[in-house]
């Protein structure tokens, strides 16, 4: 039995990767570059379309308990993360470009998986299939899965961040430091004063946006994890120094804290986080937009240090589209009216990088055991993936709306902790001990 995933993005390159890991041929459908999508920029699989962060590390993040847990279940996606990593403080950040192209070679000369490229407009009727199109699946399919769970969409805005050469940022402006000196000074600091910075978000609010074309401006809903910074500024005016202007946990080097002698003089600050391992290449942090590209170089040079900034991408903005899986999917990512169709990724309502890996993690092991004859697993809702695939298989349907992983969402400890770091390091410890007794009960290969 030749088991079929389509679509190759993060959550379908894991979900073929465990397919073949468990011994089952798999065929994994790429549209592109016959078809391309609003977003990408190339033909390869895994692509980042977005930032180059997969977040925190520190495990007692919910990133970062993500990260571990896939790392201990063997995922692909984040053992080539580890491999291509790049300095970014306290994240997990990537060389998109090698990263990519590493994963693409990887699974075009696995024995067991055929990379197919051209569009799948329907469903397959027969076998097992994964679902894993994500946030810009194409029309034709679109259609046939609305037809198939006889219910339509709900469609959120999703932003990129622009990336600039590094070379052209000036040096004697932007420092480098990360914030509470997390790593080792990845961040180039672009840091306001408040007449600089008043400036800006005047400039900003008053900046003109692009046309969303075929997108339907007047159903657009933006998700506020990747929000876009001229939505956040209008928001109010202290809204982006309270978000990713932030000046705070960081220092230039020589000992005054930003937060201390030198806050008025720095009154926000702009982050820009190294995109390649050579650091020619750096994103803004957070300001994913949809101002006019145009617009963007004026407004953002009016950022000190980033005066002559050579912008080598601008920022970007494409429609996400995601199913009501509250209603549609069981916790093992199977539909429920057909178990031999799974989905995983942004399709599912999850939200990040790290999330579709674990999706694709999970349906791609349950595809695999069912061309096995094995039962699917359920995995606990006290791991960081259980509990996200737990509440996007119940959450209330009406107000369903995509989900990061997060603390939130994993049930309680038995004895109440209020001190919050304490705390999540107690859910990390829970959660990768109920792991360990998975992995020694060898329900997991």
């Given at each position: 039995m030749t088991i079929q995933v389509i679509g190759g993005g993060l959550a379908g390159t894991e979900a073929a990767w465990?397919?073949?890991?468990?011994?089952?041929?798999?065929?994994?459908?790429?549209?592109?570059?016959?078809?391309?999508?609003?977003?990408?920029?190339?033909?390869?699989?895994?692509?980042?379309?977005?930032?180059?962060?997969?977040?925190?590390?520190?495990?007692?993040?919910?990133?970062?308990?993500?990260?571990?847990?896939?790392?201990?279940?063997?995922s692909i996606i984040i053992s080539r993360a580890d491999e291509n990593e790049v300095p970014a403080g306290g994240a997990l950040a990537v060389d998109r470009g090698v990263f990519s192209r590493s994963l693409t070679e990887t699974l075009a000369n696995h024995p067991l998986i055929e990379l197919?490229?051209?569009?799948?407009?329907?469903?397959?009727?027969?076998?097992?299939?994964?679902?894993?199109?994500?946030?810009?699946?194409?029309?034709?399919?679109?259609?046939?899965?609305?037809?198939?769970?006889?219910?339509?969409?709900?469609?959120?805005?999703?932003?990129?961040?622009?990336?600039?050469?590094?070379?052209?940022v000036n040096p004697n402006i932007a420092f480098r430091a990360s914030r509470y000196d997390k790593g080792d000074a990845d961040y180039l600091n672009c840091p306001m004063n408040k007449e600089q910075y008043l400036r800006f978000w005047q400039e900003l609010c008053a900046a003109e946006q692009a046309e969303l074309k075929e997108f339907d401006r007047e159903s657009a809903k933006f998700f506020e994890g990747c929000l876009p910074i001229e939505e956040m500024a209008k928001r109010g005016e202290d809204t982006m120094r309270y978000g990713p202007l932030k000046p705070v946990g960081l220092s230039r080097g020589d000992g005054d804290s930003l937060a201390g002698t030198l806050r008025e003089r720095f009154y926000a600050v702009v982050q820009l986080r190294q995109e390649d391992k050579a650091g020619q290449l750096w994103n803004m942090v957070g300001f994913q937009t949809n101002l006019r590209w145009g617009e963007q170089k004026r407004v953002f040079r009016l950022i000190p240090g980033l005066e002559k900034a050579e912008f080598v991408r601008m920022g970007v903005m494409h429609r996400n589209t995601f199913i009501n899986s509250p209603e549609l999917l069981e916790p093992t990512l199977q539909f429920k009216k057909r178990p031999t169709l799974l989905a995983a990724g942004q399709l599912t309502g999850t939200e990040?990088?790290?999330?579709?890996?674990?999706?694709?993690?999970?349906?791609?092991?349950?595809?695999?055991?069912?061309?096995?004859?094995?039962?699917?697993?359920?995995?606990?809702?006290?791991?960081?993936?259980?509990?996200?695939?737990?509440?996007?298989s119940s959450a209330s349907p009406k107000h369903f709306q995509p989900m990061p992983p997060n603390f939130g969402i994993i049930p309680e400890l038995p004895v109440k902790v209020r001190n919050k770091r304490e705390r999540y390091g107690k859910y990390r410890d829970r959660s990768l001990a109920d792991l360990a007794t998975l992995l020694n009960k060898e329900l997991i290969a």
């Open positions: 465990q397919i073949a890991r468990a011994g089952v041929p798999v065929v994994l459908h790429e549209m592109r570059p016959e078809s391309l999508s609003p977003a990408h920029h190339s033909s390869e699989l895994a692509e980042l379309v977005c930032s180059n962060s997969f977040g925190a590390k520190a495990s007692d993040r919910a990133a970062g308990l993500l990260h571990e847990e896939l790392r201990q279940l063997g197919r490229r051209g569009e799948v407009k329907e469903i397959p009727k027969e076998g097992i299939v994964v679902l894993t199109t994500g946030p810009l699946t194409s029309a034709a399919l679109t259609e046939d899965l609305q037809r198939f769970t006889g219910m339509g969409y709900m469609s959120f805005f999703d932003a990129a961040s622009p990336i600039v050469v590094g070379e052209s990040g990088y790290t999330a579709a890996a674990a999706g694709g993690w999970l349906a791609g092991t349950n595809a695999g055991r069912l061309a096995k004859g094995l039962p699917p697993l359920q995995l606990p809702a006290t791991m960081m993936m259980g509990a996200l695939f737990d509440f996007i």
